[in-house]
């Protein structure tokens, strides 16, 4: 059943055809979307899921990653060549979603590196870690949490401007019954 809901035709075929097909995507969702073709070549055995996390893993690295590893200005894959990630950094503060892209991060460098055991992933993971996860604030205390990581000239860690609350018990709850 779950062969029906792999993003072969218009994601995953592609990537594992070399084609970047990542430009003005969601950049968290679609590298969250790895972790499916992960799963289908841990599962299938099928090569093309592997080319298709080497070759995606070589169009973040290549085209869309900031020097700190953090990738997906204004939460958008950009095109490569027009200079849009350069452009960036004086166009927009938000420039990684550092918690959510973080954890993408790690999840497609784990499965390659079991996967190929090749380093690079480890140095890629690493680069991220240090760089987002690490380089993050803490959060406030108030309700107030770092979020994206501002690589303009002119910036200076703040927090996300709205709170994030604590679901309610009773949720769980509700959620637990229905």
């Known amino acids: 059943m779950a062969r029906k809901y792999l993003l072969n ?18 950049a968290y969702s679609h590298v969250m979307a790895l972790s499916s073709a992960a799963k289908a070549y841990e599962t299938l055995h099928a090569p093309e899921y592997l080319q ?16 700190s590893g953090g990738w997906g200005p204004k939460e958008k894959f950009v095109t490569p060549g027009r200079g849009e990630l350069g452009m ?3 166009e927009t503060h938000d420039h990684f979603e550092t918690p959510c892209g973080c954890y993408a991060h790690f ?7 079991r996967f190929t055991g090749e ?12 760089n987002g996860v690490l380089g993050a604030k803490d959060p406030s205390g108030d309700g107030h949490f770092f979020y994206y990581s501002d690589y303009h000239p002119a910036a200076h860690k703040t927090y996300y401007p709205q ?4 679901v309610p018990a009773r949720w769980f709850r509700t959620c637990l019954i229905t």
């Open 52 to 67: 298709t996390l080497c070759n995606a893993w070589d169009m973040l690295a290549n085209t869309q990653e900031f020097s």
């Open 88 to 90: 960036s950094l004086v």
């Open 119 to 130: 380093v690079r992933y480890g140095d890629g993971l690493e680069r991220v870690l240090y």
């Open 9 to 26: 035709a218009e994601y995953f075929d592609p990537l594992a055809r070399g084609m970047n097909v990542l430009p003005g995507k969601h």
């Open 107 to 113: 999840k497609l460098a784990r499965y390659l590196l």
């Open 163 to 166: 709170k994030w609350r604590a």
